[in-house]
């Protein structure tokens, strides 16, 4: 995708930003996968990635907290007027624990430190990262239409919501985007979720495109987490889990490499063929992985290729719930 010319470029919905093909999600970057990494070379990694086409950054308040969003600011401040920035808003620390506040006047207050932190005046595309059940989502909406009205926002986004509540707030403020996980190894957007957003003309913004790195054929039942690494608490990652998972990784080997492609490569290339508004934003730390990420909008899928995948991987029952309990009772609400 070096160059980011016009054909590695897609529109998140029917009115939405002109991005990348292919986003950089910037959480591991600060948190979740691991202690935090050098700033400098973050920085200079998301550099990079723009060098290389990328014009898509997804962060969010709590990842660190506040620190992502730190961390994306200085990065792209030099060339802001180039890229697109998507954050989110709602989920906060207490005592070392995650609580949901979507509170209007906690948007409001919230959205001016993502502002300062990310060193812009607009933020182009701001979600409500996890439906909070104890505030309507109309009011959600109205608020961050509010926002758009004013300027400080450009476009309204959910993350890991439900189609129904997606629908009502569309009702109030359009919905360009909706981030949820989706991959070769989680399936569950296709059941409604993108029928929906094409009905409704918003974008779909898939994270974890590898699986949490699983697809890359990186990971086994061997493979061990630093402490801090949030995979150690999700059932999917369990040890014999991945020992059962390993099929579906080998099966995608077996046809990437009869593409010249990566196992990686060829698991974000089959959601860029799934529809032509969706824009995987897959994370990575490393230079060489980055560069391997993006390859991925280069391989070309035919309709056999993309038969072939869906009759082999159709075979193969995933193991492991992708979220600890807690967690999933958060999401698709």
């Known amino acids: 995708m070096a160059g980011g010319g016009a054909t590695w470029r897609r529109t998140l919905g029917e009115n939405g930003p002109e991005v990348s093909a292919i986003g950089l999600g910037c959480m591991g970057m600060s948190y979740g996968y691991g202690p935090a990494h050098d700033k400098a070379e973050m920085i200079d990694l998301i550099r990079s990635a723009f060098d290389q086409g990328v014009t898509f950054f997804d962060t969010a308040q709590a990842y660190g907290p506040w620190a992502n969003e730190e961390l994306v600011g200085e990065a792209l401040e030099s060339i802001r007027d180039q890229v697109v920035i998507a954050t989110k808003f709602g989920i906060y620390y207490e005592n070392g624990e995650q609580t949901l506040d979507s ?32 505030v309507p989502i109309e009011d959600v909406a109205g608020t961050v239409k509010e926002l758009i009205d004013d300027g400080k926002v450009r476009h309204f986004g959910m993350s890991e919501a439900g189609v129904e509540t997606i629908r009502m707030a569309h009702g109030v403020q359009a919905v360009t985007a909706v ?11 296709e059941e409604e979720l993108l029928a929906a957003l094409e009905e409704l003309g918003a974008g779909f913004v898939p994270f974890s495109p590898l699986g949490k790195g699983f697809l890359t054929g990186k990971i ?5 987490f630093d402490s801090s690494d949030f995979r150690n608490r999700v ?6 889990a991945r020992k059962a998972n390993r099929s579906l990784v080998e099966v995608l080997a077996q046809i990437a490499e009869r593409k010249g492609a990566t196992p990686a490569q060829l698991a974000i290339g089959w959601l860029l063929a799934q529809r032509p508004w969706i824009v995987p934003i897959p994370g990575t730390t490393k230079p060489h992985r980055l560069e391997e990420n993006l390859g991925a909008a280069d391989i070309e899928l035919t309709d056999e290729d993309l038969n072939e995948i869906e009759s082999a991987t159709s075979q193969i029952e995933v193991r492991g719930d992708r979220y600890p309990a807690e ?5 698709g609400r």
């Open 179 to 189: 981030q949820s996980e989706y991959s070769l190894w989680w399936r569950e957007p």
């Open 220 to 224: 086994d039942e061997n493979t061990r």
């Open 103 to 134: 509170r209007p006047e906690q948007i409001t207050e919230t959205v001016e430190g993502s502002l300062m932190r990310l060193r812009t005046d607009t933020i182009d595309l701001l979600y409500q990262h996890r439906v909070d059940p104890n």
């Open 235 to 240: 059932p999917r990652f369990d040890p014999e």
């Open 327 to 331: 967690l999933q009772a958060r999401v």
